[in-house]
């Protein structure tokens, strides 16, 4: 009966994405930016997905896929975009799924899924951008590739007997060893609960690099040996956030001054020591 039910006329339910080509217009579409039609199967037409997007009635809208395999969702955005003018922005979301050592993928020199999609970003949006011409000169192709991982942080949770003179001597930075400055920063923006596509740069203050996140959000630095002159010069910036790694200053009389100094040069900064 329940087949009957979605089948009145005995036949096969045909897929919407046959009237766009199907997967076969999709290995087009990886054929035309690779060279090679065999490095991912089964890909999503881009046609089809433009074609889901364009009804939506936002151009600014933010288009997430949660299953994103070769990013033809991404693909898709930005060819809209190119066409009409739009400002969306995609997330892509995708587990670094292993490419099979047999597979053109691997051959090609990618180990997994996630490597596909990162560069059939890059080629499809020079593509997009060169095709559009002089409508496609504001176009915004760039996009952040972010990993999740554990904490930043240490796990330093022991009762005073548990510690012994190594232990002591590893608490010097409370921050793990093999995590980057950009790792501790995007940390931050997502412990303050901030947009993560937004603009940074750096900026050398007395011979210590800051990071300076969207004109202002958030200031950053993680070096060591901060002095007070350095630590004002911070404060000069007028950040609506600062933050600093623990073992960052100089000497303690600098580290139990710095809330008193902001106060009178930014007294509106939020100060966070981690």
């Not at 299953?67 to 930005?78: D, Q, R």
């Not at 060819?79 to 090609?108: C, H, W, Y």
Request: proline letters at 2%; hydrophobic letters at 35%.
């Amino acid at each position: 009966q329940f087949k009957q039910y979605l089948n009145p006329n005995g036949k096969k339910p045909r897929s919407m994405t046959m009237d766009f080509g199907g997967s076969n217009e999709g290995k087009i579409n990886i054929e035309i930016l690779f060279k090679n039609s065999k490095l991912f199967g089964y890909p999503k037409s881009v046609k089809y997905i433009l074609s889901l997007i364009s009804t939506i009635n936002n151009k600014d809208c933010i288009v997430l896929d949660f299953f994103s395999g070769s990013a033809t969702t991404a693909h898709a955005v930005m060819q809209l975009n190119a066409e009409d003018g739009g400002k969306r922005k995609f997330i892509m979301v995708q587990l670094p799924e292993e490419t099979d050592e047999k597979s053109e993928a691997f051959k090609a020199g990618y180990k997994n899924i996630c490597e596909i999609g990162k560069e059939r970003i890059r080629r499809a949006g020079e593509q997009i951008k060169e095709e559009a011409g002089l409508n496609g000169q504001d176009l915004d192709i760039g996009f952040r590739v972010l990993k999740l991982d554990s904490s930043n942080m240490k796990d330093i949770y022991y009762s005073a007997d548990e510690y012994d003179q190594g232990m002591l001597e590893n608490m010097q930075s409370n921050t793990k060893e093999d995590r980057t400055d950009l790792d501790l920063l995007f940390g931050c923006l997502v412990d303050w609960g901030l947009e993560l596509d937004k603009p940074y740069t750096t900026k050398v203050i007395n011979g210590h690099k800051v990071h300076i996140y969207n004109d202002g959000d958030l200031v950053a630095c993680f070096e060591k040996d901060l002095d007070m002159k350095t630590i004002d010069e911070i404060a000069k910036l007028q950040a609506l956030r600062v933050v600093f790694c623990d073992n960052s200053f100089i000497d303690s009389a600098t580290k139990i001054n710095v809330a008193e100094h902001f106060k009178m040069i930014a007294p509106d900064t939020d100060i966070r020591v981690i």
